[in-house]
Structure formats: structure tokens, C-alpha cells
């Protein structure tokens, strides 16, 4: 169902840049994917999001226990949202990646890399120290339109389900994600009242 959406909405799409980020979902019931994250004191599932400059929701990672980082499987995870991208036949390459400090690893540029993405990301305080990373470039003009993934986070904490998670198995949580990507996709590009 999201790919088919994602097709039909793809000319209203705005992909002069795309935003990554990670959001980690308190789950109070435990359950699959499921870790204590020390910065949130309690136990959660971390999920990557990619969105399109106006924060329309692209696709996700699988649900990750919470005391993953956010280069955790990022090969697996960045390739998994690429494939959805090319189901709904939007071309990665020449896309320009927006993400924060967290994803500032050889590994994430990496798979940027291999499907011809531009990562613009962020440096962390430990790579600053090494400034001559080879084909590191960042613009920091670019990197102000990363907000609207913020945005689509607080557009998903908005269905009450999305919130805290008490779903236990994965593959439900997952499926509550893409039931909310087409809801706020349907309504903001107003294919819903047609």
C-alpha cells in the first residue's frame, strides 16, 4: 500500500534534498526490538526516517533496540529505504542527504556513496579533530532545511498509537508507521478529498 501512495504522490514531491534522522519511541510493554537508551532513562525502539524537504514521510529502517546507536546495521537500514525509494520509481541518484552528528561515520557515507546519494551531514565533536576526511563536503545552508524531519517526528507523535509504543511485535510497529506515512501524505498533498 505505501508504494503505491509513494508512486501516485511522487510528482508532488519535493526532493531537492531528503532529511534522515532516528527517533527512539518509549515501549512500555517491552517486546521485539526492545533496549534501555540511556539518554531517554527507559526502554525503546529506535527507528530511521527519510523524508523529502517539506517533510514528507519516504520510508523507514526496521524497528532497532533502543541502545543502538544511529549507525547501528546502517548499510541494511539505508538500503532497505532505497529499495522502497526505487519501488515507487524515485531515483537516488544525485539526492542530497541531510543528517545530523550522529551519522557522521565513514560507514553511512559509505552506502551514501554506493547508491550515488550527496550525504551533507553534520560533523560530530570526535571528527572534528581529523578535518581532512577525504571527499567531505558540507553545506551549511542545505543543512537548515534538515528541521523538516523534525516536523514528520512530531507529525507521527501525533497519532496517540505512535507515541509510546505498546505494540510488542515488530512487524505490527513497523506497519503502524507506513499506515501513518499514508495518512499524512494523503491529507498534506490533498489526494485524500479527491
Same mark, same amino acid.
Given at each position: ?43 525503546? #525502539?529506535?527507528? $530511521? &526516517? *527519510?523524508?523529502?524537504?517539506? !517533510? ?10 533502543? =541502545? ?23 531515483? #537516488?541518484?544525485? $539526492? &542530497? *542527504?541531510?543528517?545530523?552528528? !550522529? ?10 556513496? =554506493? ?26 545552508? $542545505? ?52
Amino acid at each position: 500500500m505505501w508504494i503505491a501512495i509513494l508512486a501516485l504522490c511522487r510528482k508532488q514531491l519535493d526532493m531537492s534534498s531528503v532529511e534522515f534522522d532516528g527517533s527512539h519511541t518509549p515501549a512500555k510493554r517491552g517486546g521485539q526490538q526492545v533496549g534501555y537508551q540511556g539518554r531517554k532513562k527507559a526502554k525503546t #525502539t529506535n527507528m $530511521l &526516517f *527519510l523524508t523529502d524537504r517539506q !517533510g514528507m514521510p519516504l520510508a523507514c529502517s526496521d524497528p532497532m533496540s533502543g =541502545e543502538h546507536h544511529d549507525v547501528f546495521e546502517i548499510k541494511e537500514n539505508v538500503s532497505k529505504m532505497v529499495s522502497t525509494l526505487q519501488r515507487a520509481d524515485i531515483a #537516488t541518484e544525485g $539526492l &542530497f *542527504l541531510n543528517g545530523d552528528a !550522529g551519522f557522521d561515520a565513514q560507514k553511512m557515507r559509505a552506502i551514501c556513496d =554506493e547508491y550515488g546519494i550527496r550525504a551533507n551531514i553534520a560533523r560530530s565533536k570526535k571528527q572534528r579533530m581529523n578535518p581532512n576526511i577525504e571527499g567531505y563536503l558540507f553545506d551549511s545552508e $542545505l543543512y537548515k532545511e534538515r528541521f523538516a524531519v523534525e516536523r514528520t517526528n512530531a507529525w507521527l507523535d501525533g497519532f496517540k498509537a505512535l507515541l509510546v509504543r505498546y505494540e510488542t511485535n515488530a512487524r505490527h510497529w513497523i506497519g503502524l508507521h507506513y499506515l501513518a506515512f499514508s495518512f499524512i501524505v494523503l491529507r498534506r498533498k490533498g489526494v485524500w478529498n479527491n
